[in-house]
Nanobody, 119 residues
Framework: QVQLVESGGGLVQAGGSLRLSCAASGRTFSDHIMGWFRQAPGNDREFVAAIRWNFGNTDYADSVKGRFTISRDKAKNTVFLQMNSLKPEDTGVYYC????????????WGQGTQVTVSS
């Protein structure tokens, strides 16, 4: 069983920055994909960014490219999401998730952390 605990959310003004963390435990990670998703009130959950644990390959939603950076610290089993130049439309609950190799889906999710960007 994989446990994911997010932290680092908060209230920030437009143009500001936040760094989210996701501490993972319960499994030795190899070719897993770690992802960040977000959900704004009244909207579906949407993909933000992902990183392949072993090789560090990354992928981003078009809406965050050039502003957000996903990274991981293998020694600490932690994934980060550095968010710069934040916009009010970035507001939402941010979730960390893990995709098991070969599953084609994200099987484990954290509880989420709230990010609010004021204009």
């Amino acid at each position: 069983q994989v446990q994911l605990v997010e932290s680092g959310g908060g209230l920030v003004q437009a143009g500001g920055s936040l760094r989210l963390s996701c501490a993972a435990s319960g499994r030795t990670f190899s070719d897993h994909i770690m992802g960040w998703f977000r959900q704004a009130p009244g909207n579906d959950r949407e993909f933000v960014a992902a990183i392949r644990w072993n090789f560090g390959n990354t992928d981003y939603a078009d809406s965050v490219k050039g502003r957000f950076t996903i990274s991981r610290d293998k020694a600490k089993n932690t994934v980060f999401l550095q968010m710069n130049s934040l916009k009010p439309e970035d507001t939402g609950v941010y979730y960390c998730a893990v995709s098991i190799p070969g599953s084609g889906q994200y099987s484990y999710w954290g509880q989420g952390t709230q990010v609010t960007v004021s204009s």
